[in-house]
């Protein structure tokens, strides 16, 4: 979203209200004052890139063998899905915001479902929308569409999704979250549907929910829910930006922020103890959020990707309160210490040290930030270091994921891209509104190289990305994605790379801990290098992605041993197993493999 | 953002400019002479002129229309301004006959005009002369650092502070970029030399970015002394606040840590709320504006008094003035009295 303040700021100097007024009228402003910095102000920011079409950098061939390959298989897979945005003549701000996704296993047949938060219909527009879909996977790449059967039905503006078995039945159930409508907690009712249950557990946000998660955050078993919040906006108080004469979309700088909501899960019920947790204390203009223990002390910890404001790092005392840690650690601020307009987030080990890093998506002409984790507890940003940061400032990124691409055992890095504005290239002659999404391959060294423009026709494809969702949809052992486009199309791309490593997938399920095993981390020892995962409640922006842990193997054809750390410490090993299998395991049972899609596999 | 006051990378870049131009402020240093043989220059033959052989000269006419299309970079106050139709033919043309003059000058104060920083820097590159001059390096190099393009400037830079000597501009910019490129260990000799050589010129700008190349090298007792110096300097600079604060974190020293992080906040906070009345204000001018020019002065009482209420000091300031303007034109001269004197109050004198 665009916005156009910095031209009346030396009007206010200017000591008159004919100054004042008149030079806020549309009229040029001078260069530096200039860029219409949208949602999220660029005024400071480096400049957009020459030819945004192209990475600001060459791509350089990767140094493994292997190309990574992603094809665009929504025809082919049956699937026509379309995101409604309704977006307005108005310009409202939530109707270039949303666009969430999930992939997850609503029916325990092992294989993927897709879900849609979709929009609707903002107050006058046009489009009505259809409401959240969910279709059915087979496993093989065939989807079916239930949203009617499963109770799915429009009911205020949607803009993510979240997914955890809140009551620990082994069924996962969702919560969606709203612009300007109470967020819905739906549960899965044994696979046969979904039950609206936000007023009997309690569960009524109201004003601008983004992105939410599940997690165990005061170690008692059952999932508790953390809900981020962006902005005090309501359509009838909206202010209409311009620059010069366009009419732009608003900077959310000229918004309060809400501050973000946790659920203690009380058994049927959700309560708030925002404040008692620490988290009201933190207002911030929230869009996403990723859990991890990203310090490495057995609890979950949070991290809230913030536009225009401070990004939180949230450290968890292991009782359910929250130490807000951003700052001293240095993943509040860009590298010299400024807010970014940051949208996703992700976490990986991304330089192999044994430490979870953080990779935060931010706005056009601002790096996708790569903090990495130190020995100390400090981080290092390290975007333009690791080959990133000149090819992201080229695109406005939303959402985030790690992905294995062609199972070497190291994670690659995918971005939804896309602009806030329509209008965009009215003003900006080298900046387009539709965007190539980006996909970097780790090489060496916690280094990476773009290498979107010879990854195939899904990466080639232009578009107004916002949604991420990564998994195995078709069961070939290689993770595909998902993508959906603001007011667009929803773009399914099959992992196609050649020759791809082993895998195995693991499918955890906690019988002492909570039931998806949120939290659960594994560690694999394979081809001389330590693989560790996690199973978290959240990253991505809007979206969920599969929480099954996949690990690419290269080429070991069976793991000796597995390590996991259950939720509350207790560990348990398997092995050893074969590869290119998927497992499921039960928090103390043996590993049980199963084919996705071939069977319900009963809690 | 509105009130973001000195960004690093503008008022180091700015300065830059100012070395090149030779009119650095007092005590600057400045870009040492063009260590390139004169003759060298004359004969060395530059990429724009090998270029210009392989391709059609441009006609008088067609050099006329460039002229032409470079007046609209330009508004009716004689400021930079953007026009995006314009700029696509100039690239029309640029396509057509390279970057020769008089297209290249249009070029670069198109591309300035529209913020086209790497496009810029690019075109700089392009046209660099075989054998460039110190001054046309530094603003190369300066150029990619706009442009946020570190290695690329660094690699200008980086070579240029080497033979001009750590007491130039172009050993700072060098600095600035190996920072941001993630090279803090080589970028820390150019820093603190070029910093000692200025004796502080740069501020809390240099006292942040020699801090934080200390805290990436791990030299943390350097980084404290060196972020303490500067917040003692500038108390309220927030990327001062949170680099110390980091700094004190990765020391072990929670106590202080969590101090200056509360210190931070609250200086980002107030930043922040600034920047909501202030942008605010800049959204709402348009409504405002139209209010005046229909002397429906009664709005824009209401408007000045809404935002009085949660205005934060700078913005009351402009607030006041707006008040006096508005007393005078409504013929309220106690009224306009009062408000002079409630600024003048403000402004301490």
């Known amino acids: 979203m665009t916005t156009v303040t910095s031209p009346c700021a030396t009007p206010l100097a200017a000591a008159s209200i004919a100054a004042l007024t008149l030079a806020c009228k549309p009229e040029p402003p001078a260069p530096e004052q200039a860029p219409p910095r949208s949602l999220f102000d660029e005024a400071e920011a480096p400049s957009e890139p020459t030819n945004p079409a192209e990475p600001a950098t060459a791509p350089q061939a990767p140094s493994s063998g292997r190309a990574l390959q992603f094809s665009d298989v929504t025809k082919a897979w049956g699937v026509d899905l379309r995101h409604h945005a309704g977006r307005n003549p108005d310009r409202w701000i939530p109707e270039i915001m949303n666009g969430g996704v999930a992939l997850i296993d609503v029916n325990r047949d092992g294989a993927l479902d897709l879900f849609l938060a979709d929009g609707g219909q903002l107050a006058g527009s046009a489009e009505p929308g259809v409401g959240p879909r969910l279709l059915l996977g087979d496993g093989h790449g065939a989807f079916t569409d239930v949203s009617e059967a499963w109770g799915l039905r429009h009911q205020g503006y949607g803009m993510g999704v979240s997914a955890g078995d809140i009551d620990g039945d082994g069924w996962i159930d969702l919560y969606l979250t709203s612009f300007d409508a109470q967020d819905r907690l739906l549960r899965n009712d044994a696979g046969q549907g979904f039950v609206d ?165 931010n706005f056009q002409s601002e790096p996708t930030s790569l903090y990495t984790r130190r020995d100390n507890g400090s981080y290092r940003e390290r975007s333009d270091a690791a080959g990133i940061g000149a090819s992201a400032r080229a695109r406005l990124s939303f959402g985030i994921e790690w992905i294995d691409v062609d199972n070497d055992g190291d994670e690659d890095l995918l971005t939804a891209n896309g602009h806030i504005a329509d209008n965009v290239e009215s003003y900006r002659e080298q900046v387009r509104f539709a965007q190539q999404n980006s996909l970097y391959e780790r090489v060496a060294d916690g280094r990476f190289v773009d290498v979107s423009d010879a990854a195939g026709d899904a990466l080639a494809y232009r578009g107004v990305s916002r949604g991420l969702a990564v998994g195995d949809i078709d069961g070939d052992g290689g993770l595909d994605y998902v993508v959906v486009d603001n007011d667009g199309p929803v773009q399914i791309a099959r992992n196609t790379t050649a020759d791809r490593g082993h895998f195995i997938s693991l499918w955890l399920e906690g019988s002492s801990t909570n039931r998806g095993a949120i939290g659960a981390r594994v560690s694999v020892s394979v081809g001389g290098q330590t693989l560790v995962r996690e199973v978290r409640g959240a990253s991505s922006y809007l979206s969920v992605s599969d929480r099954r842990i996949h690990l690419g193997l290269g080429e070991a054809t069976r793991v000796e041993e597995v390590t996991i750390r259950w939720p509350g410490g207790e560990q348990q090993q398997l092995g050893p197993l074969d590869a290119d299998t998927h497992y499921r395991v039960v928090e103390g049972s043996a590993a049980q493999a199963y084919v996705p899609g071939a069977e319900v596999l009963q809690p | 953002m509105l009130v973001r006051a000195g960004l690093v990378a503008h008022t180091l870049i700015a300065s830059a400019a100012l070395a090149c131009s030779g009119e650095g402020p007092p005590g600057s240093s400045k870009v040492a002479p063009d260590p390139a043989p004169a003759q060298a220059k004359v004969e060395a033959k530059t990429k724009v002129e090998a270029e210009a052989e392989a391709r059609p000269a441009m006609s008088g006419q067609t050099s006329a229309r460039a002229t032409e299309l470079g007046t609209r970079f330009r508004d009716a106050k004689g400021k930079p301004s953007c026009d995006v139709e314009a700029l696509a033919e100039l690239r029309e043309l640029r396509e057509r006959f390279g970057p020769a003059s008089p297209l290249r000058e249009v070029l670069l104060a198109a591309f300035s005009a529209c913020d086209e920083r790497v496009a810029l820097a690019q075109l700089h590159a392009e046209t660099l002369p075989a054998t460039p001059s110190a001054q046309q390096r530094l603003e190369l190099g300066a150029a990619w650092l706009r442009a946020s393009r570190y290695e690329d400037a660094a690699e200008i830079l980086v070579p240029l502070a080497g033979e001009l000597g750590p007491t130039t501009k172009a050993a700072w910019l060098a600095g600035f970029s190996l920072v941001h490129a993630g090279r803090p260990g080589e970028a820390l000799p150019w820093l603190e030399g070029a910093r000692a050589h200025a004796g502080g010129e740069q501020g809390s700008d240099g006292a942040l970015l020699v801090g934080l190349a200390k805290l990436d090298t791990g030299d943390l007792d350097g980084a404290i002394a060196t972020l303490e110096a500067g917040v003692a300097a500038s108390p309220t600079n927030r990327s001062l606040l949170a680099a110390l604060a980091r700094a004190y974190a990765s020391a072990g020293r929670g106590d202080d840590a969590a101090r200056v992080s509360e210190q931070a906040r609250a200086a980002f906070e107030h930043a922040a709320k600034s920047e909501r009345q202030m942008t605010r204000l800049a959204a709402l001018s348009s409504s405002l504006s139209e209010a005046w020019d229909a002397g429906r002065y009664a709005e824009v009482e209401q408007f000045i008094d809404a935002m009085w209420a949660d205005a934060p000091p700078e913005l009351r300031e402009q607030l006041l003035s707006a008040r006096v303007a508005l007393y005078e034109r409504t013929d309220r001269p106690a009224d306009a009295a009062a408000a002079r004197d409630a600024l003048a109050q403000l402004r301490g004198q």
């Open chain 1, 197 to 361: 249950v936000s007023a009997a557990w309690g569960v009524d946000p109201r004003g601008w929910s983004t992105s939410a998660a599940f997690l165990d955050a005061d170690s008692d078993g059952d999932l508790d829910l953390y809900v981020v919040r962006y902005i005090r906006y309501t359509l009838a108080d909206s202010i209409k930006c311009w620059f010069r004469t366009i009419h732009v979309y608003c900077t959310p700088a000229m918004y309060e922020a809400l501050p973000d909501l946790l659920y203690r899960n009380e058994g049927g019920r959700f309560t708030d103890v925002s404040a008692e947790a620490g988290i009201d204390a933190h207002p911030a203009k929230g869009l996403a959020l990723a859990t991890g223990d990203l310090d490495d002390d057995g609890d979950t910890d949070l991290y809230v990707a913030n536009d225009t404001s401070r990004n939180l790092l949230l450290v968890n005392d292991g009782r359910g309160r929250f130490e807000e840690a951003g700052v001293a650690s240095g993943v509040a601020f860009s590298q010299l210490g400024r807010e970014e307009a940051s949208m996703g987030v992700a976490v990986s080990d991304s330089n192999a040290d044994g430490r979870w890093d953080l990779a935060v998506t």
